[in-house]
C-alpha cells in the first residue's frame, strides 16, 4: 500500500552515544563514529523501511569548511554517507537509499528550517545546492529534499532538478503553524506549482511536524496536487531552547500508526518518521501496512 521510510536517524544516534551538539549535527557522526550510522541504518531496515536516508541532512560544503574540512575531504565524507546506507541496503538485501538534502536554513543551525525568508535570491540558493545535489546524485536511489520552508529555495530546486540528470525526488515542506501555508509564508498553491508537473519530482508532503496535524496539512495539498504524498512527522515533540518538548500530549507508537492510516486514505504513499521515531514507530507502520494489504486481498474490490 505504501513505501516505509526511516524514522529520526538523528536522535537514533543520540540514543546511540553519539553527541550531535554541534552546527553539523548528525553529519559530525560521519566524521567521528561512521560506525554508528551503520549501526542505525540496520535497525531501520530490521524494523521494515524500504527506504532509509543518508546522513547528510545537515553535510554541506559551507558547513564542513567551517569545521576546517577542505574540499575533497567534504566530498569525501557526503560520498561516504550513500555508501553507509548502501552497505546496509546490501547487507539486508533489499531497499532504497534516499540522499537527505536539508534546506539552507539546516545549514544555519538556527532553525531557520522553520521560518525560512533567508533573505538570498535564487540564484545564490542554486550555488548553494548545487555541488552536493549533484554529488549526492551520483549513487543514491533517490533525493530527499527535507524541511523546506521556502518559495525561493523551492524555485532554485526546481531549476537544478532541470539542469541536471540523476535520480527522481521527493520535497517535503515546512509549514507554518497553521499548516496551511509554507513556513515563509507563501500559500501551498504557490509552492506546489514550484514542483508540479516536474518530470523527475515524484512526491510532495511534509516533514517534522506533529503527527495530528499531518493529516490537514496533506488534505490542503492534495487540494493543489495529484502527485502521491509523502508524510514523516515527528513524534510529537520539537526541540525547544536546546531541549526536547512534548508539544502535543502523549502519542505512543500505536496511535502514530493509527493516525498514519489516514496519511494513507489523504494520498501518502511515502510514510515514516523523523526527529524521536523510533524503530517501534516503523514496527507499527509496517503493523499497519500488513493490515491493509490483507484487507485488500480478502476485499480487493472496495481497494480499486
Request: aromatic content about 6%.
Amino acid at each position: 500500500p505504501f513505501a516505509l521510510l526511516d524514522g529520526g536517524l538523528a536522535t537514533e544516534l543520540e540514543r546511540c552515544g553519539c553527541v550531535l551538539d554541534d552546527p553539523l549535527w548528525s553529519a559530525k557522526v560521519l566524521i567521528d563514529q561512521p560506525e554508528q550510522v551503520l549501526a542505525v541504518h540496520r535497525r531501520w531496515l530490521a524494523a521494515g523501511a524500504d527506504v532509509i536516508s543518508t546522513v547528510s541532512y545537515q553535510a554541506t560544503f559551507a558547513g564542513l569548511a567551517a569545521r576546517g574540512v577542505d574540499r575533497l575531504a567534504a566530498e569525501a565524507l557526503m560520498r561516504r554517507s550513500v555508501e553507509l546506507a548502501r552497505q546496509a541496503v546490501d547487507e539486508h538485501g533489499r531497499g532504497q537509499v534516499a540522499a537527505s538534502i536539508g534546506s539552507y536554513g539546516a545549514y544555519l543551525a538556527d532553525g531557520s528550517e522553520y521560518r525560512g525568508g533567508y533573505g538570498l535570491d535564487r540564484s545564490a540558493l542554486i550555488e548553494f545546492h548545487r555541488d552536493r545535489l549533484n554529488l549526492l546524485s551520483e549513487a543514491s536511489d533517490l533525493l530527499a529534499f527535507e524541511t523546506m520552508p521556502d518559495a525561493i529555495e523551492l524555485a532554485a530546486i526546481a531549476e537544478l532538478l532541470d539542469r541536471s540528470s540523476g535520480p527522481p525526488a521527493w520535497v517535503s515542506l515546512s509549514l507554518a503553524p497553521d499548516g496551511l501555508r509554507l513556513a515563509d509564508g507563501s500559500s501551498l498553491a504557490d509552492a506546489v506549482a514550484i514542483e508540479r508537473g516536474h518530470p523527475r519530482v515524484v512526491a510532495i508532503g511534509v516533514n517534522c511536524l506533529g503527527p495530528r496535524r499531518v493529516l490537514a496539512a496533506l488534505l490542503a495539498l492534495r487540494e493543489w496536487t495529484e502527485l502521491p504524498l509523502v508524510a514523516y512527522p515527528n513524534s510529537g515533540e520539537r526541540w525547544v531552547d536546546r531541549a526536547w518538548t512534548n508539544t502535543e500530549s502523549e502519542i505512543d507508537v500505536e496511535e502514530f500508526a493509527t493516525l498514519a492510516l489516514g496519511w494513507f486514505e489523504a494520498g501518502a504513499r511515502l510514510i515514516g518518521g523523523c526527529c524521536r521515531t523510533r524503530p517501534e514507530h516503523l514496527l507499527a507502520l509496517a503493523r499497519m501496512r500488513e493490515r491493509l494489504a490483507a484487507s485488500a486481498r480478502e476485499n480487493p474490490r472496495t481497494h480499486e
